[in-house]
């Protein structure tokens, strides 16, 4: 089969190529990829800014169908679309296993980077890690299941937005549209900002429901942030940019003991005001990833139509057009870049 594969360090490390078709083990599904979205620890990857097991098939947002189950298995069965959590390979036994934090288990080993993953037209995984793809969202839709589960992760289960607050969403990419609707389900008045290169994603932020969005280049902008909390501040402010500007607009905007929540990763140390978080007493929040938890509650925001993807599935390429693919992705051009192992 296809496989886009890690092979080495550097760029001309990453090949397409013929691999063996990996089959189901006892407790194991193997499922057909549809659709595998290029994320950014994906172009880390590439860029050997992310440990992997090279070699190693990359790609861990996905959504298929079931072809094949293991003996042992029996929530699945061949013709079921599934999604799968990334941590697939943990110890099972450590602080963090035994709580269900399989991101924190030191022996594990998450799908794209650890052991094989779905930039291929098969992929084989235990049947524990599986979800069924409810049956109001596409296949094309539950592709964006596991970045949705990032934004529960860090929203809902490591910070917190009650209803009613005011909620500043910094960067209108995937993720910042992700955060401002996850917020919005929780009730919160959400404001998305960004640049002028943002127009449109700003634009899309108002259609997904935001009460408003600002662009940071304006001179009046903060003013206009703070006219829109009434002088106060925000309550919650989601960092999705992963710029140290970004960062740095959050700690500002935000009111005494608000809460700053980290979504962005900046891929280089940064500078803070710390003390300015201290004097304002922050309270801060982030995740690493998603958690079986997160999966559940994605997939739920997406069946009841609380989270709408289908306008961020913006680029759909051939597996053999993976250089373009990774262009698009790299320039942020459009949203979310999904590679199609088995063609349309
Ligand atoms: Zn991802
Ligand atoms: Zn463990």
Redesign the pocket.
């Known amino acids: 089969m296809k496989a886009l594969v890690k092979k080495f360090p550097g760029i001309e490390g990453v090949c397409l190529e013929e691999i063996e078709e990996p089959a189901a083990k006892a407790h194991e599904i193997k499922v057909k990829v549809h659709a595998a979205g290029i994320c950014g620890t994906d172009l880390h990857i590439i860029h050997d800014e992310y440990p992997c097991n090279a070699p190693v098939v990359m790609g861990h947002e996905y959504s298929g169908v079931v072809v094949e189950v293991g003996e042992e298995v029996d929530r699945f069965k061949v013709g079921n679309r599934v999604v799968s959590l990334t941590a697939v390979e943990?110890?099972?036994?450590?602080t963090?296993?035994n709580q269900g934090l399989l991101m924190l288990?030191?022996?594990r080993k998450s799908i794209g980077s650890g052991v094989d993953g779905a930039f291929a037209e098969y992929i084989v995984i235990p049947e524990k890690a599986a979800y069924k793809i409810p049956e109001s969202v596409t296949l094309d839709e539950a592709a964006l299941t596991e970045p949705l589960a990032c934004a529960v992760r860090c929203i809902m289960e490591r910070g917190r937005v009650d209803a009613g607050e005011f909620v500043f969403v910094s960067g209108p990419g995937t993720i910042g549209l992700l955060a401002l609707q996850v917020a919005k389900a929780n009730g919160a008045n959400v404001v998305v900002v960004g640049t002028s290169r943002d127009e449109k994603r700003l634009d899309l932020a108002l259609e997904l429901g935001a009460m408003a969005v600002v662009n940071m280049e304006d001179q009046d902008a903060e003013e206009q942030l703070m006219k829109l909390t009434n002088k106060k501040g925000f309550d919650v402010a989601i960092e999705c940019a992963g710029v140290s500007v970004s960062l740095h607009n959050c700690i500002h905007l935000l009111r005494k003991q608000g809460l700053l929540i980290q979504m962005g990763l900046f891929g280089k140390k940064i500078e803070v005001d710390s003390d300015l978080m201290v004097m304002k007493e922050l309270n801060y929040a982030n995740g690493f990833a998603t958690e079986p938890t997160s999966w559940e509650v994605a997939l739920r925001l997406l069946e009841y139509k609380h989270v709408d993807v289908s306008r961020l599935l913006s680029n759909k390429l051939s597996i053999d057009n993976w250089k373009e693919a990774v262009r698009l992705a790299e320039q942020k051009i459009g949203y979310k870049t999904l590679l199609l192992p088995n063609g349309e």
């Not at 943990?90 to 450590?94: E, F, I, N, R």
Request: glycine content about 10%; hydrophobic content about 10%; aromatic content about 10%.
């Open positions: 943990t110890c099972g036994a450590c963090y296993c288990c030191n022996e």
